[in-house]
């Protein structure tokens, strides 16, 4: 993410725009409509995040690919964020409005990374102790990393438990050169 307090602010005021009118589920879906719009279509988030393109021109091409689909007020602010040359925050701001949206709807992300990769019923182990110890809705985001050994890596927001192998050995390592040292 480019500079996430930049993106914060331009969520935070999206997010209490759509909270303001009781919208907050549909301006999130429209909101993801555009960020797709650029992810999925290079010329799109070249043309958006373009510094010669001039911003009347932007408004343009937004009008024509977004004005049949998302609310005039989400089209309002992509217009603000092209006055003030916030462009290429577009897919920050959306990264931003889902944390928000998954904390207003008592959802957690959990990371999990893993030596091989988990079975159904392990995943489906893990969301129960999750869920039941932080009393949230756990979504996994899982990935694989062989040269973790065995055990996995779990990342719950800034707090990283590692229950690798390849953690214990380190860990067990710095025990016994602090041992030795003594």
């Known amino acids: 993410m480019k500079e996430k307090s930049i993106a914060s602010r331009y969520a935070k005021a999206l997010f209490d725009i759509a909270e303001d009118k009781d919208s907050l589920d549909a301006f999130f879906e429209q909101w993801s409509f555009i960020t797709d719009a650029i992810k999925q279509n290079e010329e799109v988030r070249i043309l958006f995040e373009s510094r010669l393109l001039p911003k009347e021109n932007k408004k343009d091409l937004a009008k024509k690919l977004f004005s049949a689909t998302v609310d005039p007020l989400i089209l309002e602010f992509l217009f603000f964020l092209f006055d003030k040359s916030r462009e290429n925050y577009i897919i920050d701001i959306w990264e931003v409005l889902h944390e928000m949206m998954d904390v207003k709807n008592g959802i ?50 800034d707090t990283v438990y590692d229950g690798s192998l390849t953690g214990q050995l380190s860990l067990l390592k710095q025990q016994l050169a602090a041992g030795s040292d003594k």
């Open 108 to 157: 957690l992300t959990v990371n999990i990374t893993s030596a091989f990769p988990l079975a159904k019923n392990q995943e489906e182990d893990l969301v129960s102790a999750i869920g039941t110890a932080t009393g949230k809705t756990i979504r996994l985001d899982l990935s694989v990393d062989p040269k973790l050994i065995g055990g996995l890596v779990m990342t719950i927001n």
